[in-house]
């Protein structure tokens, strides 16, 4: 059964730019979220989506985008990229959403260095 | 709002001992989820172990266990007989029912041989 797919597993990018990164998640799995890890700020949550809609959104700002298709895979696109976006995003998915017993199956994260 | 807490920046502990990691917690919720994954350096979460608001046993995967103590919004995780490979950071989280989870600032445990 493959895991929790992401990509691209690096990249560089200048202020400014913008950058799509992407997430398939466990077959089956309908529930994706997604989580920004810095040295300083350490595990944060952006959103998670359930059968393509957005149902819980973290505390930041409008340039962090996402979606999620109807085969359940999940994009998120910052634009006008910062410095501060350096960082290592890690993208989860689980079986269901709406449950507290669901365990969170991490892929291996994108780590993205803004220049 | 859900905040979870770990104390401990850095433990060390001796191969083949025993150590605790503490993590508390607070929510208003009634029905939750408390989960500890392990980050090893390669930066992949793995998950370790569960235990539900309304389980009355503490929870147990092979070496770990989890401590609950519903009244003192503790859930702190005992690794039992420590092995190097243990070194890691660990993270304590929670998740609400409608599916957001909360992560402590984790816990960067050292195995020393």
């Known amino acids: 059964k493959a895991g929790v797919t992401q990509t691209p597993r690096y990249l560089i990018k200048t202020r400014g730019q913008q950058v799509t990164l992407s997430c398939s998640p466990i077959?089956?799995?309908?529930?994706v979220s997604w989580y920004q890890q810095t040295p300083g700020q350490g595990l944060q949550f952006l959103f998670e989506?359930?059968?393509?809609?957005?149902?819980n959104k973290g505390n930041f700002p409008g340039r962090f985008s996402g979606r999620q298709f109807s085969n359940s895979r999940s994009e998120m696109n910052v634009s006008t990229l910062e410095l501060g976006d350096s960082a290592l995003y890690l993208c989860?998915?689980?079986?269901?959403?709406?449950?507290?017993?669901?365990?969170?199956?991490f892929g291996a994260g994108s780590r993205l260095t803004v220049l | 709002a859900q905040k979870i807490t770990q104390t401990q920046p850095g433990m060390f502990v001796q191969e083949k001992e025993a150590v605790t990691l503490d993590c508390t917690y607070d929510?208003?919720?009634?029905?939750?989820?408390l989960f500890w994954y392990k980050q090893p350096s390669s930066g992949e979460m793995i998950f370790l172990i569960y235990?539900?608001?309304?389980?009355?046993q503490n929870a147990t995967e092979g070496r770990y266990s989890l401590n609950f103590q519903k009244a003192r919004k503790s859930a702190n995780l005992v690794i039992s007989a420590s092995q190097l490979g243990d070194s890691a950071m660990y993270f304590c989280?929670?998740?609400?029912?409608?599916?957001?989870?909360?992560f402590g600032d984790g816990t960067t445990l050292t195995v020393k041989p």
């Open positions: 989860a998915s689980s079986l269901v959403g709406v449950s507290g017993a669901n365990v969170l199956t």
């Open positions: 077959s089956g799995h309908r529930s």
């Open positions: 989506y359930f059968s393509e809609t957005q149902r």
């Open positions: 929510t208003s919720d009634q029905s939750y989820g």
């Open positions: 235990q539900g608001s309304y389980d009355e």
């Open positions: 989280a929670m998740r609400e029912l409608a599916g957001k989870s909360t």
